[in-house]
C-alpha cells in the first residue's frame, strides 16, 4: 500500500480590528478592586503580561471611547445579554474572518478550494459561519464544510488536523483553515483580579490558512494530545445570560510542568523521552490574530514566542529555568525602566525550525524573536571606558560590513522625489556611537542636501561617545523615542536598533515612524550570513576586541524582520526590501513619501463626492490633496440624473445648473409590461453626464486650492496612511474615502441578505443622439421594470442617452449585448429605445453592487463618502445626492471637531439614509417582480402624487 501523501500548510494569513481596548480595560478594571494591596498585585500583572495591544470589533463609543464608555455597547445596566452579544458575533466574525482571508492573496484560489474548515468558539450563529463565509467567498456549492466549536484553544488544533487527514485521504484536496474568536464580546462584571487577568489576555482576531499537498510551506505532522485529569476546571467558559464567562486558573502552568515530568504523559507524547527543552503545550484559541494588527500570507512555524499583544493565539511554554530566571532578575532591576521599552528580556529559542544554514535566510524566522543573550552594553555597571570601547567595535564591524549601504541608498531615494529647499529635519532612533549620523552628514555636504540631524538613545553614556564623533553636527538626546513626537520630523532613521525589541514594542515604534515621518522612513536591520564573517575576521586581525560577543552574534545571525510582516505592523500594506552586494543581503525596510507640502487632509477619489468634499476642505483652509486613479476625467458607470435637491448642492459649491448645460428633466416615466404611468417631478432636475460633472467639480476643488494628483492608484488604508500603487505613503490626519462603487481593500461592504445568493450587477449603454429617441424620451426619466431588475434612461447634455442597469446575476446567461437584446424582446418599450443602440459600443459593467448597504462605523481620521457611505438603490436618483450630502455634512464635521469626529459623523449619516433607504429597497423589490410591479406602474398612474412623495421620500434631507 502507498505511503499516504504528506499535507503542507502553505500559506498563513492573520486580521485583526482596529479598536485598541487595552488601556481602557485596565482603566475600567482597576476600580473594581476594593483592596488596595490587591489593586497593585493587579497592576502589577498586567504591566508584566507582556501585553501592549488587545484589539476589538466593537465599534468605539461617541468621541471615540472604549466599548466600557457612555454610550459604549456595554453601557448598559447589568451589561448586554447574550442575545446581543451573539448578533454582534454575527455581525462581526464573517467579516473579520473573510479580512484574513483576503490577506492570503495569490494563495487563495476560490476556485480551488475543496474543504472548508472553520474553528470558533467564542459565539453561535445559524446558518454556520461556515456558510455564511462559504457564500460570501462565493465557494462551489459541492465544498465540504466543518465547523469546529466549543473546544476552547484547541479547537485550532483539530482544525489543522482535521485538514492535514483530508489532504491525505483526498490527494487533490484543497483546505481553507479559518480560525475566528471575539473574545471581547464577553466581558463579565468581576470584581476578583482572577477574572479579570483572564480577560486581560484575550483580544480579537482571525486566521486564514491553506493545506493541501502542494510543494512549499510547512509540512504538518502527526499530531499527539492528552488531557490531564480532572483538569477541566481549570480553563472553561460558562455561558450565561451575559455572555460567556472565562475562568483561567493560575494553577495551569504548574499543572503543565508537573505532567510533563511524569513518565506516563512523556511515554504518550513522547515516546518515553523527555520533552524538549521548550514546548509548546498549550495552543490558546485562533489560529492567527496574535500580533495584535493582521500580517499578510505567509509561511508559518509551529512553536511561537509571546507576543507583547493580547494573545489571540499563543502557548504556555514550558522551558530553561535559567533563562526564566535571568529574565525575571532583570524584570525586577533597574532595567524595568525606559530601556525595557526599547530593548525585550533575553530568552533562548530551541525551535529546529529555527535553525538556518549558515548563509541562508530561514523562511519560518519568528518576527516575535528578540536577541538570545543579554548585550554587554546594556549591563547596568559596564564602565564608561569599556562601554565606549565596545561601540568603537561594533563600528568598525558596521564599516567593514558595509552596514551603511541601505540607509545612504534610501536617503537617495528620499532626495529623487524632490523633497524641498528646506533643510531636512531627520530622528536617527539609537544612535549608538553616531557613525550612522556621520556618515548621513557627509552624504548631505558631498550633494548639496542642507540636514537638522538629530540623534536618541536611551543610554546616557551613547552621548559623550557620539557627540566626539559628531562635533555637534548633530543634536543628540537621551531618552525615549517617543517624547520626540510632534516635533515635524522629515525622516526617521533606525539602524540595527528593531532586532532588540520584542513584537509589541516594535509595532508600537513602526507606527510611530509612519505617523510622524513625513517624507519616509527607513530601519535598516541586516542579515549578515557566513561570507560577512570574513569581514569580523578581518577585523579582528585589525586588533578588534571579543567585547561584545552577543551584540555581534544578533548583528550576524539570522535575519529576524520579515519585511512583509513589518509592513503589516507600520500599518502598511506591502513593505519594500532592499539588498545589497550579493554576498551581502541587506534587510531594510522603508517607505518613501511623495515630495509636497504636509497634507492636513487626504481624499481618495475626486469623483462627485470626493471633488465636493476637496472644495469644502479647502474652503475651510485646509491643505488638501485629491489623488485620482484614473489619468482622464472618464465618464463612470453609474450617474447622470441630478435631483432638484443635487442642483442646489451644486449651486452652493458654486456650480450652476446654466454651466453645466444638460438636459432638464421634469417628468418621471415608469414601465413594467403593458403599464404605463408618467408623472410631474416635485421640482425640475437635470440629466448631465458623469464626464461633465466631474471636470467641474475637479476644477472649482483646483481654484479652492486643493491639490489634484491623478493617475494615482491607491491600494488600502491603513491607519492614517494612503497606500499607492508605487509603494508610496500618503499621510495626513484625515482621509476622507469616496472611490465610488468599487470596492476598496480593507473596506468590505456586504448586501443585504437577500441579495449574496444572487448578487446584482450594473451595466451601461451609452447610447447615440438621434431625434427619434429624443422624441420618445423627452424631458422624462424613465424607469423600464422587468423580472429580476430595472433600467434607468435619461438623456444628457449632448443629446445622447444613458441606459443604466441593475440585474441580478442570473439574468446573465451570456455576454451582456445577450441580456440587452432579451429584455429589448420581453419588453416592448425597452426594446423601442433599444433600437436605437450602437451595439459596436462598449458595454461597461460592475459586479456584486451592494445596493441597501451602509456603513455606520469608522476609525477616528478616516471619512467615508458616498458610496463607500451607502449605494442606495439607483432607481430613486439619488446616487449623486448621497455623494454630494456625505461630503457636506463630513466636511462640516471635520470643521467642527476635526479628525475624531468622523466616527460620530458616520453615525449620523448612517441615521440619515436609513428611510431614504429602506424606501428605496422596498421599491426596488417591488419592481423586480413582475406582478408587483404592474401592480405599483397601475398606482403611480392613477395617483400621481405616489410618485412625488416617494421622490420626496427617497432624499437624502
Known sequence: MPPAPSARLNALATAAPDHDIHRAFIDWATPRLADERVRAIFARMAARSGIDHRWSVLPPAEGGGSPVAPGGFYDVPGLPPTSARMAAYADHAPALALRAIAKLGDAFDPARVTHLVVASCTGFVAPGIDQIVARRLGLAATVERVLIGFMGCYAGVTALRNARHIVRSEPDAVVLVVSVELSTLHLQLADAPEPLLAMLQFSDGAAAGIVSGDAGGLELGEGRSLALEDSEALIRWDIGDTGFAMHLSGEVPGRLRAALGAPGVQAQLFDGDAPPPLLAVHSRRALGARRGRGGAARTPRRARRQPRGARGVGQYVVGDDPVRARADDRAAGERRGDRDRLRPRPRRRSDPLHRARPGKMNPFTSLAAPIEAEEEMDAAGLAPERYARVLADLSRINALTLAARPTLGFLERVRAREVGGRPWRILDVGFGAGDMLARVARWGAARGVALDLAGVDLNPKSAPVAAARLGGRAHLVTGDYRDLAGEGWDIILSSLVAHHMTPGQRTGFLRFMEAEAARGWLVNDLHRPAPALCGLSVARGAGLRRSDRAARRAAFGRARLPPRRMGGDAGRSAARCRRGLPHLPQLSLSAVRRAGAVNDAIVVGAGPAGAAAAIGLARAGAKVLLIERSRETGDALCGGFLSWQSLARLKALGIEADGLAGQTVRRVRLFAGSARSETMLPAAAMGVSRHRLDSALQAVAVAAGARLERGVQATGIDGYAVQTRDGAALAAPSLFLAAGKHGFRGFPREPAAWQRADPVMGLRLRMPP???????????????????????????????????????????????????????GENPQLGERLAFADWSAAIDAIGHVPYGWRSGVTTPGLFRLGDQAGVIPSLAGEGMGIALASAAAAVAAWRHGGARSAPDYQARLAARMARPFALANMVWRLGERPWTASMVTSCAAAFPWLVRLTSRATRLG
Open 770 to 824: 438621434h431625434a427619434a429617441l429624443d422624441r420618445l424620451v423627452g424631458d422624462a426619466v424613465e424607469l423600464h421594470l422587468f423580472e429580476r431588475g430595472y433600467a434607468g434612461l435619461v438623456r444628457q447634455e449632448d443629446g445622447s442617452a444613458n441606459l443604466c442597469l441593475a440585474v441580478h446575476k442570473s439574468r446573465l446567461d451570456g455576454p451582456p449585448e445577450a441580456l440587452l437584446r432579451a429584455l429589448g
